[in-house]
C-alpha cells in the first residue's frame, strides 16, 4: 500500500485510536453514571417503582363515663374518580345517582385540576344502598369510577349529641393551606364540637404501605414484602364525662323546644349532658347530606346550628338572686336577720318596680324560696353597682369559661362605667333595680349557669366545664390519660354558701316556686329564673343541684320563649337529676314495668 | 513461523471466548428481561435455539476454504439486494419500519444479510488492483455499491441500519487508503444529506463549507463544479425525500434528530435507560433485582435496550466487564486485519470489525445517553436471531481467516 494515502502509515494506528478512546469514554460516562451519579438515578428508580399509599387512621371513638360507646367508627362506600381515566360524559348520570346538582362532578374535577390526574378524587362518602348496587351493577360502564369502603361516623348510643360531638369533613382548601404537612385533599379534618377541639388527639398518624407499580403505575405487589411499611396509628379513643341516661333525657326533654340544658359534677367540673335544641341527625348529616336535609337545616328559623349552650346569652333572671345573697353576705352589708318587708312592689328612681306577689317580710333565706323581688331590688343598692360587677365575675359571667369545645360567647356584665358611657356620669340609678332580680342588660351564657351552679353546689369551688375527662392511648395497653382543667374558687366562706343554699332548698322543697318539682326520691335545691324577653314569650330558667346534702350533679336549663322557669324548666332538671341519681332504681322500675306487662299478657293468655 | 500444533493455533479462543461469554451475558440479561412479560416469555428459549444454530453455522463457515469468500461476495450481494427487494415488497412491519421477513416462522431481517454482502463485494472490488483507490470513478463506484442496499433500507425505513452502512463505506474506503480530497468527496455528500435534516440554515452552512474546502483542495474547476452540484443535489434530494415520506416515518426522523421532541416515545426510553444504569451503582441490583428492568419501564429492554439490564443488575462491574470483551474481541480482529497480507481478507476484517463497532458504539452510546436513540443491536447480546446469525457468521469468517492465516497473513 502507499504511503502518500490518506493517513496510511497510521491507518492502524487511527484504528486502534479510535476504539481505545470510544471505551474510554463510554468507561467513564459508565463510572460517572454509576458511581458519581448514581444516588439520584437511585432515587429516580424507587420514585419510578415504589408507590407509597396513605393509609388513613381510624379516629378514635367517643366513650362516656361509663365507657360505652357514644360515637363508633362504621364502614360506609365512598365513590370516587380517577380523572386520569375518566369520561365526563357520564357526569350527568352518576349526579342523578349520586343525588347531586347539575355540574357538581365538573365543580369538584376543577377544583382538584392541580392534583395528579391519576389520583383518585373522593366524590362521595357514605353512599346509599341503592346508590352502591347501581354503581356496582354498572361498574364495566363506569371507567374511572370506583367505589371503596372507608370508615364512617356512627353514634350507636342514640345519643344525638349533635353540637357536642361535632363532625368531621373533608379538608377545605383554605385550611389545607395552613396544615399542608399533614393533611392531604379529601382528608378528613374535625370541623366542630369535640371533632374539632380533639383534632389532633382523635386523628392518630397516617401510615404508609408501600407497593410496587410498573410502568403503567399499575400496582404489582409489596415492596419488600411489606417490611418497609410504616402502619398507620389509630386515633386515641376519648372518655367523656357524658354519662349517657342524663344526656338522652335532656335531648328528650328539649325535644321540640328552644333552649339548652346542661349537667355538670359540682366537684369536678366533668358535663354529664351537653345539649342545644333543636338540634340536627350527626348520622344523617355525616359525609353524605341530602341536599333536602341541608336545605332545611339552613333555612330553619331556630337555627338548628347554633350552639346555644355556649353561644346564646340571655338575662339569668332570678337565678342571679343568689349570686347577689352570696355578695351581700360575704361583703357583710346583711345577715340572716336582715329583714325587708314585700308590699307587691317599690318605687325606684321615680319608677314602680312590681313583685309577683306581695310577701311580707322576708330574710335572706326566704327572699330566695319565695324569690321576692323587691328583697332584691334593694339588696343590689347595698351591694354597690361596682361590687355587683365584681362578685359576677367572680362567678365566672362575661367571660370565656373556656370551656374544651367549640367557640363561645363571654355575655355581659354591666359595670358602673358602661352605663357611664351611655348615659353620663348621673345614670339613673333605677337601672340597678332591674339588674338585681337578673335583668336588663345583663347577659349570660347556659354553660355560664352550669359552672355558677357548680360553684354554688360545691361551695365556690369546682374545675373548668368540661366534655373531655381524658384520652385512652392508642397501643395495646390502653392507659386513660386525664386531661387537667383549672380549679376555680370563688373564696367565699362555706358558711355564707350555706345560707344561700339553705334558701336554694326550700324553692324545691319548701313553699317555694319550684315546689312542683319536688322529688319523692332525691332532694334537690335550686333556683328558678323567668327572664323578660322583648321578643315574645318569656324565657324559662332553672338550675339545680342535688342532693342538696351533698351535691352530685349540678344542673342548668334554659328554654325559650315559654313562659316561667318553674313550669318549664325545672322538670326538665328535675328528669335530668333522677336520670343520673336514681339510674337503678330506675331501671329496676322500667323492668318492674316490664314484668307487670309480660304477667299481664300470660295472665290474659291463661284467662282465654 | 513456527507450527504450533496446540488448539490455539487452528482456533482462535480469543475471538471465540470473548463472543461466547457476551453470548451468555446476553442470555441472563434476557431471560431477567423476559421473566415478567407475557409477550416475550418464550425469547430466552428462542435465544438459546439461534445460538445453537448460529454456532453450527460458525463452525460450517469456519471449516469452509477460506478462498471462498471471495468467491461468494458476488453472489452473497446479489442475493442479499434481492431479499432487500422481496421484503418491500412482502415483509413485515415491525415497530414501523417493513424490515422483516416470514421465514418457517421465524423472522428473519435481509438487513443483516446485506451488511456482509456489502463487507464482502466492497472489499472484492476495492482489492481488484493492488493499488489505492484515487480515481473519482472508482470512489464513484465503491459509494454506489454500498449505496444500493442504503437506499432500500431507508425505504423500509430502518434509519439505524442504514448508518451502520455508512459508517461501513467510509471505514472501509479509509482502510483501502482513500485520499484526503477523496475522503472529502465521499463524506461531504452525507454531511449535507444529514445537516439538510435539521434545516435550511444548517444546510447552507454546510454548502459554504463544501465550497470553502473545494478551494482548498485546488481540483479543476469542472471537477470542482461536478462535486458541488452533487452535494447540492443529495441536500435537495434528502428534503424532498422527508417531505414524501408519510407522517409516522417523518416522526421517527424528527425524534432521531432530537428526542425530547418525543418525550414518551423515544426520548422515555432515554431517560429510563439511563435510570436503569445509573441505579444499578458499583455492583448492581442483582440478577432479577433490578426494579427498572423487572417492572418493564424500558419497553422490548431484551432488544436495543439489553445493556440497561447488565447495567441495572450487575452494575459498573457487569458494564466493564462487557466493555473489556468486546474491546478485547475487537482489537483481536483489528490485528488480525492488520496483519493480513491479502488485501481482500483485511479488508473484510475491518468491514467485519466497523459492523461489530458501529453497532457497539451506537448502542452503548445511546443507552449511556451520549448518543441519539438509534435502534440496532448489540453484537452476541440483544435478542434477535438475525443479529446473532450474522455476528457469528462474521465471526466464523474471522475465525477461518484465523486457522488459514499463514495462507494470508
Known amino acids: 500500500m502507499k504511503t502518500d494515502n490518506f493517513l496510511s502509515v497510521t491507518r492502524e494506528s487511527v484504528a486502534y485510536f479510535v476504539i481505545i478512546f470510544s471505551f474510554a469514554l463510554l468507561g467513564f460516562r459508565l463510572v460517572q453514571m454509576q458511581i458519581i451519579e448514581h444516588g439520584a438515578y437511585d432515587e429516580k428508580a424507587a420514585n419510578n417503582a415504589i408507590k407509597g399509599i396513605e393509609q388513613i387512621p381510624l379516629r378514635g371513638v367517643f366513650y362516656d363515663r361509663n365507657m360505652n360507646v357514644l360515637v363508633s367508627n362504621i364502614p360506609a362506600y365512598t365513590v370516587r374518580i380517577t380523572p386520569a381515566e375518566y369520561d365526563t360524559a357520564l357526569n350527568k348520570l352518576l349526579e342523578a345517582v349520586l343525588d347531586f346538582e347539575p355540574g357538581y362532578i365538573d365543580k369538584v374535577l376543577f377544583g382538584n385540576r392541580t392534583y395528579s390526574k391519576f389520583v383518585p378524587i373522593r366524590i362521595k362518602r357514605g353512599i346509599d344502598f341503592n346508590a352502591v348496587s347501581w354503581l356496582e351493577e354498572n361498574s364495566a360502564n363506569l371507567r374511572g369510577v370506583d367505589l371503596i369502603v372507608e370508615m364512617q361516623r356512627g353514634y350507636p348510643a342514640g345519643i344525638r349529641g349533635s353540637h357536642m360531638f361535632g363532625y368531621a369533613k373533608e379538608i377545605s382548601p383554605a385550611l389545607l393551606e395552613k396544615g399542608k404537612v399533614y393533611y392531604k385533599p379529601g382528608d378528613l379534618i374535625g370541623s366542630s364540637g369535640i371533632e374539632k377541639a380533639y383534632e389532633n388527639i382523635l386523628r392518630g398518624k397516617k401510615g404508609y404501605t408501600y407497593v410496587l407499580v410498573d410502568s403503567r403505575r399499575k400496582e404489582i405487589g409489596r415492596f419488600k414484602n411489606g417490611t418497609e411499611d410504616a402502619p398507620s396509628i389509630k386515633g386515641n379513643d376519648l372518655v367523656l364525662g357524658i354519662d349517657s341516661d342524663v344526656q338522652r333525657v335532656a335531648e328528650e326533654e328539649l325535644f321540640g323546644k328552644n333552649g339548652s340544658a346542661v349537667a355538670i359534677v359540682p366537684k369536678t367540673g366533668e358535663i354529664l349532658a351537653y345539649a342545644s335544641a333543636p338540634d340536627y341527625d350527626l348520622s344523617a348529616f355525616s359525609y353524605s347530606t341530602s341536599k333536602e336535609y341541608l336545605q332545611k337545616l339552613y333555612i330553619d328559623p331556630d337555627k338548628p346550628f347554633f350552639n346555644r349552650v355556649n353561644s346564646s346569652p340571655k338575662p339569668p333572671g332570678s337565678t342571679f338572686k343568689v349570686m347577689e345573697a352570696i355578695a351581700a353576705l360575704d361583703m357583710g352589708v346583711i345577715d340572716t336577720d336582715y329583714i325587708i318587708v314585700c308590699h307587691g312592689g317599690q318605687v325606684f328612681g321615680g319608677r314602680f318596680f312590681k313583685c309577683d306577689a306581695v310577701h311580707g317580710p322576708l330574710n335572706v333565706i326566704h327572699a330566695i324560696e319565695r324569690s321576692c323581688d323587691v328583697f332584691f331590688y334593694n339588696l343590689i343598692y347595698k351591694i354597690g353597682m361596682d361590687k355587683w360587677t365584681e362578685y359576677a365575675r367572680r362567678f365566672g359571667f362575661g367571660q370565656d369559661t373556656h370551656i374544651d369545645i367549640g367557640e363561645e360567647s363571654p355575655g355581659f356584665i354591666p359595670t358602673g362605667a358602661s352605663y357611664e358611657k351611655i348615659y353620663g356620669e348621673n345614670w339613673p340609678r333605677s337601672i340597678m333595680a332591674s339588674l338585681g332580680i337578673g335583668q336588663g342588660e345583663v347577659n349570660v351564657t347556659p354553660i355560664q349557669l352550669a359552672q355558677y351552679v357548680a360553684l354554688l353546689a360545691n361551695d365556690g369551688v369546682t374545675y373548668t366545664p368540661h366534655i373531655v375527662k381524658g384520652y385512652l392511648t392508642s397501643d395495646s395497653s390502653r392507659k386513660f390519660m386525664p386531661f387537667s382543667y383549672k380549679e376555680i374558687n370563688v373564696g367565699i366562706n362555706k358558711d355564707i354558701f350555706a345560707i344561700a343554699k339553705e334558701g336554694m332548698f326550700l324553692v324545691v322543697n319548701g313553699s317555694g316556686t319550684a315546689a312542683a318539682s319536688k322529688s319523692a326520691d332525691v332532694q334537690i335545691a335550686g333556683k328558678t329564673g323567668t327572664a323578660q324577653n322583648p321578643h315574645g314569650k318569656d324565657h324559662a330558667l332553672f338550675i339545680g343541684y342535688a342532693p342538696a346534702d351533698n351535691p352530685q350533679i349540678a344542673v342548668a336549663v334554659v328554654v325559650e320563649n315559654v313562659g316561667f322557669g318553674a313550669t318549664w324548666a325545672a322538670p326538665i332538671a328535675k328528669k335530668m337529676i333522677e336520670a343520673y341519681l336514681l339510674k337503678d332504681k330506675l331501671k329496676q322500675r322500667e323492668k318492674n314495668a316490664e314484668k307487670k306487662i309480660s304477667n299481664n299478657l300470660i295472665g290474659a293468655a291463661i284467662a282465654h | ?409
Not at chain 2, 340 to 350: G, N, P, R, T, Y
Open chain 2, 1 to 409: 513461523m513456527r507450527i504450533d500444533y496446540k488448539l490455539n493455533d487452528k482456533f482462535d479462543l480469543g475471538l471465540v471466548i470473548p463472543a461466547f461469554i457476551l453470548f451468555c451475558i446476553g442470555l441472563a440479561a434476557i431471560y431477567s428481561s423476559t421473566l415478567h412479560n407475557p409477550h416475550a416469555t418464550g425469547n430466552f428459549n428462542k435465544q438459546l435455539f439461534f445460538g445453537a444454530v448460529s454456532i453450527i453455522l460458525f463452525f460450517v463457515i469456519y471449516s469452509l476454504p477460506t478462498s471462498i469468500f471471495k468467491t461468494l461476495a458476488v453472489p452473497t450481494y446479489l442475493f442479499s439486494l434481492l431479499m432487500l427487494l422481496v421484503v418491500l415488497v412482502i415483509g413485515r412491519r415491525v415497530s414501523g419500519a417493513k424490515s422483516w421477513l416470514g421465514l418457517a416462522g421465524l423472522g428473519f431481517q435481509p438487513s443483516e444479510l446485506a451488511k456482509l454482502g456489502v463487507v464482502l463485494i466492497l472489499a472484492a472490488f476495492l482489492s481488484r488492483k493492488n493499488s489505492a483507490i484515487d480515481s473519482f470513478k472508482d470512489i464513484l463506484i465503491a459509494v454506489s455499491l454500498g449505496f444500493v442496499p442504503i437506499i432500500l433500507i431507508l425505504a423500509e425505513p430502518d434509519l439505524g441500519s442504514s448508518f451502520v452502512f455508512m459508517g461501513l463505506i467510509i471505514v472501509m474506503l479509509f482502510w483501502k487508503g482513500i485520499s484526503l480530497f477523496g475522503m472529502f468527496v465521499v463524506l461531504s455528500p452525507a454531511i449535507l444529506a444529514v445537516s439538510s435534516l435539521f434545516g435550511v440554515y444548517y444546510f447552507i452552512s454546510g454548502l459554504v463549507l463544501v465550497i470553502l474546502s473545494l478551494f482548498m483542495f485546488r481540483k479543476d474547476i469542472f471537477f470542482s463544479a461536478s462535486i458541488f452540484t452533487i452535494n447540492l443535489a443529495v441536500g435537495f434530494f434528502t428534503s424532498y425525500m422527508l417531505k414524501a415520506l408519510k407522517q409516522h416515518q417523518q416522526t421517527r426522523i424528527r425524534s432521531f434528530i432530537n428526542p425530547s421532541a418525543d418525550p414518551l416515545g423515544a426520548g422515555y426510553n432515554a431517560i429510563q435507560a439511563k435510570v436503569a444504569i445509573g441505579s444499578g451503582g458499583l455492583w448492581g441490583k442483582g440478577f432479577l433485582a433490578g426494579s427498572q428492568t423487572q417492572l418493564q419501564f424500558i419497553p422490548e429492554q431484551w432488544t436495543d435496550f439489553i445493556y440497561c439490564v447488565i447495567g441495572e443488575e450487575f452494575g459498573l462491574i457487569g458494564t466493564l466487564i462487557t466493555l473489556g470483551l468486546f474491546l478485547y474481541l475487537f482489537i483481536r480482529v483489528l490485528k488480525l486485519a492488520s496483519t493480513a497480507k491479502d488485501e481482500f481478507i483485511s479488508l473484510v476484517l475491518i468491514g467485519i470489525l466497523s459492523i461489530y463497532f458501529i453497532h457497539f458504539i451506537v448502542n452503548v452510546g445511546m443507552v449511556v445517553g451520549i448518543m441519539p436513540v438509534i435502534g440496532i443491536p448489540l453484537p452476541f447480546v440483544s435478542y434477535g436471531g438475525s443479529s446473532l446469525l450474522a455476528s457469528m457468521i462474521m465471526l466464523g469468517i474471522a475465525a477461518n481467516v484465523y486457522r488459514t492465516r499463514k495462507n494470508y497473513t
